[in-house]
């Protein structure tokens, strides 16, 4: 019961801070002397601090409060296809740092991209404990199906080999007191969007991720929709056009095949010859960025092309789900200025006058999972998990 109530406290401070006692009291129906012995743990645990008096109200003056920035950090990490990206976050969401690195792929040898994301890991938390801030977690977005354990699996189809992120965590970080999530990429960007994204809050919600490969997390009554097996979302592999190219699945014309990155580069640069697969699509992503920016009309057009094939992707989502909002994310919020009239085009076609889904672009950074690996460390705070004492 405490621990609820330590946790409701928190969440509003969160989200009306500064603000005072019996602000607090007012809103939560929580009495004020439950709400002053609350504070006064909360501010034992270096989890609130007082900003000092304001006058601006009638009687005494009160104590205001917010949250603490420190001493501690939430750390998320997401494994993409082709790059690993780190952020930290203060108590108050403020980032604390962002890291971006290349990796050999998930297709590499065994072991491989475990031991990439747990170096990383070690890194972040070292740097955290140099600048003397307390872990309060750490979450890994993967993508596939999250085990419990920390196992990640893949939809049979991809003929992927499975990956052992949990073991390979908990050894690189020896046994951190701290908790270590693993969680699909997707649903953490849509925790992200849904937590602190400019749909923040909207119950019916989708982010549609995309990178390398696309993938959807879905927020359906406030909640994620995760399917009897987890694998829900999976919207990369949803067939968009029946003559389309062979994807990685087997199947021919997913919308992963026709919208993801290789086969925009593929439209957008086809005098790209690279030397070797490509491992990572960074400099293809800033020349096509570059090259729309200046009005090339090819690569716009390639640009309009790949927005109309991803509306249809969004539409059948759209039918399917009904949500309020379809928020682009990854790569395809860096192309947003380009890709989203031709994706609200083809829904607007597609289902004339009938559908309330608006589509728009991440306003988080493109690595939106990782943001959200590192705010489910927070919202688990909010749910009561709350460290003992400060360090
Ligand atoms: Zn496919």
Request: with cysteine.
């Amino acid at each position: 019961m405490r621990t609820t109530n330590l946790a409701v406290v928190l969440r509003f401070v969160r989200t009306h801070a500064p603000c005072s006692r019996a602000d607090i009291a007012a809103s939560t129906g929580l009495n004020k002397a439950t709400v002053s012995s609350l504070v006064t743990d909360l501010l034992e645990r270096r989890l609130l601090r007082e900003t000092g008096l304001t006058e601006n109200r009638i009687g005494r003056p009160a104590s205001m409060l917010t949250l603490q920035s420190r001493p501690y950090a939430a750390i998320g990490i997401e494994l993409a296809a082709d790059h690993l990206v780190a952020i930290a976050v203060d108590l108050t969401g403020e980032r604390l740092l962002t890291w971006r690195r290349a990796h050999a792929g998930l297709d590499g040898a065994p072991g491989r991209a475990e031991a990439a994301v747990a170096a990383l890991a070690g890194r972040v938390v070292a740097k955290m404990a140099a600048e003397q801030r307390r872990v309060l977690g750490l979450t890994v977005a993967a993508p596939g199906l999250v085990a419990p354990g920390g196992g990640v699996r893949f939809p049979p189809h991809l003929a992927r080999p499975a990956l052992d992120l949990g073991a390979a965590l908990e050894r690189g970080l020896r046994h951190p007191e701290y908790d270590v999530v693993i969680e699909s990429s997707a649903n953490l960007a849509a925790l992200a969007e849904y937590r602190g994204g400019a749909e923040a809050d909207t119950p019916h919600l989708i982010a549609l991720v995309g990178g390398v490969e696309i993938g959807a997390g879905i927020v359906a009554d406030g909640r994620a929709l995760r399917g009897g097996r987890g694998f829900a979302g999976q919207a990369g592999h949803l067939q968009v056009d029946c003559a389309g190219p062979r994807c990685r699945c087997g199947r021919q014309g997913c919308l992963e095949a026709v919208a993801g990155l290789p086969a925009l580069v593929r439209r957008a640069l086809p005098d790209t010859a690279p030397d070797g697969p490509i491992v990572d699509y960074a400099p293809e992503l800033e020349r096509i960025t570059a090259l729309a920016g200046n009005g090339d009309a090819h690569v716009t057009g390639a640009l309009a092309e790949t927005g109309r094939l991803l509306g249809r992707g969004v539409s059948m989502l759209a039918e399917l789900l009904d949500p309020q909002v379809v928020v682009l994310g990854g790569s395809f919020a860096t192309l947003a200025p380009w890709l989203l009239p031709a994706v609200q085009a083809e829904l607007a076609a597609r289902a004339p006058g009938e559908t309330a889904c608006r589509v728009t672009a991440s306003t988080l950074h493109p690595d939106g999972a990782a943001l959200g690996g590192a705010m489910l460390a927070l919202d688990r705070l909010e749910s009561g998990q709350l460290p003992a004492s400060a360090g």
